[in-house]
């Protein structure tokens, strides 16, 4: 039985509590679109979602008041639900800014309402806030708090959510037989995801305890103030019901199945807390986050805070009931998560040095254009089709062969320029191998072979990510993966392109990582078709270039242009000027042995070099790999350019290897295998 | 001291109580701008509020919710304050479509609030409601409500209101200084305005009791349904606190002046109630409406209707001491005025017949194109632009001369045509006269002469309504109103115009009246410049036209075309058939004595009758005036059309009156005297 995955909207799928939801609805089986005004998030998220996932999650930059935009949501989708985060949230700052806040959260919710209402959607899991019990100590007996607990929100934050509920219970009271609605409380979520990939990622200064002491304990700020230590609690600091964020998604799941159990005919609005049930002080925590990041944080005991009462820990029985959700992790568990998170990511999502912009496609976010190295000397550009390097610029110079637009990387006439060659790059001669004793058949895109994938090629498909760091100032690290469906080529793969640059080294560093999802067995070659061209920022051919070609050896082929399987040595080719009459090149060198799978397990060995007298660019290429195709630039390759204009160094396995016995080895990709290999592309400035 | 007039935003400025609160605010010398969506209420209201105020209510139909509408608003008109009445209001259906109330009344205030906030308009008088408190009697002591009654709504109706209170609250905490908000709770508001002009004008079946007892009067509805006569009062009927719709709308002045004596620096978010503080029962309503009816109303009782309370009066105590506001109105005198209003307007402003449009300038209610008849076989169309007759049309056939756009009447090309010519029509000979001793000079567009007023021509000045009513099936009168300011005339002037349509008849009917608002005397000579051609539709020239002119008297004219003074003898003119050669006619014709200011103490005579063979169509004309231009048609007269195309007959005032002793006084208006005259186109189909 095929079962058909239900798409769920997450609106404010790009903040704190919405990205974490959307790691969990994955995991669960459901599609997840978001969308998100970005006003207090980043697009990053939705990035890191996507390699951490695996999952493509279709993302719209759209405010929730714009009713056009929300529309055309729900006309490319078939949303099923609706999990709405979407919401201004800072208790303070929706006291100087009321408008903002009640036109930002309770227009867009009319908006969603009003668009579900007009495509048939029908349910929806609400992002409330314990906030709308307001002071739940002005009654005796009302701590823990039960949902039955009279709401009244003492700040135009939480008369916002309040006034949604109560737009919910309405709504739901005109048609009590259509509308599923749950309204979920949360008390105080904290923490990140154990990936450390995801997080809080508050602008400005934080408004919470967790959040803030993160950024005392990495210096961002100077001590944590503790309003008050004078409450009648253990230790005289207020308590409150401190819940990891990872379990709060997960609330999100469990209401939404509930909605998703709920007859056809039956409708629903009802309001459940998600909380732990336990209640933490302030220094309680203080010391589970003092002892994840092993620093003393330095504090201090300041006064009282208006609007703060002693407790406000929550009663979670009606959940555990009736959404058979409880919490399942500690404070000290969200401490060591935040700890992580934080460490990876001092500066949340935001990476210095780091320019993303739409390559040529405004608000389509899968067509970003990232450079890394702005101003530094060493700056290079990617973009997410073909996991592509766009540009790299050493000393204000292009080296590499780029296009202008997503649209002219997809175009026919794109010899892979900078792309990514997969899933088996070069040439697989009549199209067909066999492979655990079944023929495969590829189609051909030359005469007699299929080059570079031909009808699956990597290069014309947009890869998720990327995650982008920046450990230190001097290094970036861009990480894209592909989910590759079994097609032409058998079975699942996933693929991981990794780009490192060192903007101090001047070195580009591309990492291949492969493994089967699905099936038993596939071949594998993954590689870099970038056109280098050291002297193009005169928009000169490789003339003049000196290359150095670090072996002799070569595969050597038959009257067809086809592998004999033979190795043998070429005289005269390691050491050469390019020339308008020159020598050329569409060699496969061979550089080491019959490979592993994953030649990461070798050392890096320089396999090329080239320097141009006009710039002074010396491009050292190393690999872990056993060969390399050397291309030099043919006629007609290239539109817009004559021949000769750049030069290819393809490292990779050797050409045909499916189909030779000696060499299939490093191709067969077998399931619990890696593939891998590891390039770097070193650049110098020679004196002239 | 010039007195600046504060100009007030009116939202919903249409509606019942809107409506009259724009009347109360022109009457304290405020200046009025409507913004009103007309999904419940009607543009007649603002056009006959013009009528009633004689002052000129510049309109918008623009909903709350369209920002960019809004902002337009405040960046023609200098805002001073807005009054806040735009909101849908009916409980029942507010919870069968409670998203449409919510986004309807929040989201518009939130962008009426955001634009206030851009523009720097700080002053806000909210239509809020009773329906706030929800129940009162659900507290021991709180009958007659206090405005400290704890809110509790429990309708979205009353729940949008309560948050829209909770909106200005948060926004001037967070601006205590800046905002001045007055909240108006309204109780019952019932009656209409003493004019009988403007009222309460309900869509559907009424939900309120007097409104529903007015159409069971006029046997709209067969009879009133009483919903329960069991409650613990006089006579078992529930207890409510109704108000005079006018002392409501000047709790609105009174609100208003508060916020304006409140100094620059200082701020307010107050509530005040709106009631009498007097309750009536069900029952005590009844009586007084059938009194001022004389009609015994059929009642019936039945069950009590969920959600009523025995009693919910006002405690208004609060209004009295801060705004200095009572009513003054009893409920015999709402039911009085109500009854007014539902003789005069038995379908409120709902016309039939009647084809309202923009006059080829879509959104702009000044330009309208106002048909009546339409499909009767006698159709009259009308603009505001001079009052003008665009078209009539007698069984299918144009029979005056017309233009396609308001633009086409205001270009220098139009020779004036199917206007009102006025302040003073015909000719001013060297474009002076001697007025109280003192010497008028206008500006001359003739030669020797001022024609049809030069450059203070109400042709090209919009007047201002029509006032249109439908007495009976076959009657429509359309009333326009001008007020033309000093300026090369003296004194201020009031003029209406007043169209009468009889489908029946086949007549139309043009009486002017006029007076002066300002000054000691001035000079007047209205008339009407339509251009007929009874063989119009076959696109043909007066050719074959029968004409009598019932005068044989003419003015006698000097060698340069100026009346001597003398009325003389013309031989030949009474009867003739115009041909292409026939004679030329731009000639004064005198049917009676000197004539008073207000002819219409005359009786209607004919004094020209036109026939045409080929159509059938024979016009009488009857008029009070003393003379009539009779013009046939010059060379290039008319744009588009040959000589002899179209005649005029422009019954008046004897040309230069002003100037010659004898006739003066015909044409000399004081002050306290009235300016008057009539003249009716009469249609017969003859046989051919």
Redesign the interface.
């Known amino acids: 039985m095929a079962l058909q995955l239900k798409w769920v909207l997450v609106t404010g799928g790009a903040g704190y509590i919405g990205s974490h939801t959307v790691v969990e609805l994955i995991e669960n089986g459901y599609k997840c679109v978001v969308v998100d005004n970005l006003c207090n998030s980043s697009y990053e998220s939705i990035a890191r979602l996507q390699v951490l996932t695996k999952t493509e999650i279709p993302f719209f930059n759209v405010d929730l008041t714009d009713e056009e935009g929300v529309a055309k949501i729900f006309q490319q989708y078939p949303i099923d639900s609706v999990i709405h985060f979407a919401g201004l949230k800072a208790v303070g700052e929706s006291?100087?800014?009321?408008?903002k806040y009640?036109?930002n959260n309770?227009?867009g919710t009319?908006?969603l309402?009003?668009t579900m209402?007009k495509f048939g959607t029908k349910k929806l899991v609400f992002s409330s806030s314990a906030t709308v019990y307001g002071d739940a100590t002005r009654f005796p007996d009302m701590i823990p708090i039960p949902e039955e607990c009279p709401t009244q929100p003492t700040n135009?934050y939480g008369?916002t959510k309040l006034?949604i509920e109560?737009?919910l219970a309405?709504?739901h009271?005109?048609e009590p037989e259509k509308w599923k609605f749950a309204v979920l409380r949360y008390f105080n979520p904290i923490g990140a995801h154990a990936s450390g990939l995801i997080g809080e990622d508050p602008l400005g200064i934080p408004n919470n305890l967790l959040p803030y002491m993160a950024q005392v304990a990495v210096k961002r700020r100077e001590k944590l103030f503790v309003f008050g230590n004078d409450y009648d609690s253990r230790d005289g600091t207020p308590i409150r019901d401190y819940i990891h964020v990872v379990d709060l998604a997960r609330g999100h799941i469990a209401s939404l199945k509930y909605l998703d159990q709920i007859g056809d005919k039956q409708g629903i609005c009802r309001a459940w807390n998600l909380g732990s049930g336990t209640g933490s002080t302030v220094m309680e925590v203080y010391k589970a986050f003092c002892l994840a990041c092993g620093i003393d944080l330095q504090f201090e005991v300041v006064g009282r805070r208006a609007g703060d009462v002693l407790n406000l820990t929550a009663k979670p029985t009606r959940a555990l009931e009736e959404l058979k959700w409880r919490t399942e992790m500690s404070v000290a568990d969200a401490c060591e998560d935040l700890w992580k998170w934080t460490t990876g990511n001092p500066f949340g999502y935001q990476v210095m040095g780091v320019v993303d912009t739409m390559f040529n496609k405004p608000g389509d976010f899968g067509s970003r254009l990232i450079t890394v190295g702005r101003g530094s000397g060493f700056e290079a550009s990617f973009t997410n089709v073909g996991a592509t390097l766009v540009d790299l610029n050493v000393n204000g110079k292009s080296v590499v062969i780029g296009l202008a637009s997503e649209a002219e990387y997809l175009d026919e006439s794109n010899p892979y320029l900078g792309t990514t060659i997969g899933r088996y790059a070069n040439r697989i001669y009549d199209g067909s191998f066999t492979l655990e004793g079944t023929k495969v058949q590829l189609a051909l895109n030359e005469k007699n072979a299929t080059l570079h994938s031909s009808l699956q090629s990597f290069h014309k498909q947009r890869f998720l990510g990327p995650l982008v760091v920046n450990p230190n100032k001097n290094e970036y690290t861009l990480k894209y993966i592909l989910v590759d469906r079994e097609g032409q080529f058998p079975g699942d793969v996933v693929v991981s392109v990794t780009y490192g640059i060192n903007i101090k080294l001047q070195t580009l560093t591309v990492e291949y990582e492969g493994h089967l999802a699905k099936g038993s067995a596939t071949v594998m070659n993954l590689t870099n078709h970038s056109y280098f061209n050291l002297n193009m920022f005169q928009n000169s051919s490789l003339n003049d270039t000196e290359f150095k070609l670090l072996s002799d050896k070569v595969l050597e082929m038959d009257s067809n242009g086809k592998p004999t399987g033979k190795i043998v040595s070429l005289e005269n080719a390691s050491k050469f000027i390019s020339t308008p009459s020159g020598p050329h090149f569409d060699t496969c060198f061979v550089t080491g042995a019959e490979a592993p799978v994953d030649t990461r397990v070798n050392d890096l060995k320089p396999v090329l070099t080239a320097q141009h007298p006009l710039s002074g660019i010396k491009l050292t290429i190393l690999t872990t790999e056993p060969s390399f195709q050397f291309y030099n630039g043919g006629p007609g390759y290239l539109k817009n350019h004559g021949e000769r204009f750049g030069f290819c160094c393809e490292p990779g396995r050797f050409i045909n290897a499916v189909n030779i016995n000696e060499w299939r080895d490093a191709v067969f990709l077998k399931k619990g295998e890696v593939y891998g290999s590891r390039t770097t592309y070193k650049f110098e400035t020679v004196s002239l």
């Open positions: 006291a100087t800014i009321p408008l009640y036109h309770i227009t009319l908006v309402l009003e209402r135009p008369k006034a109560e737009i309405d709504l009271a005109s």
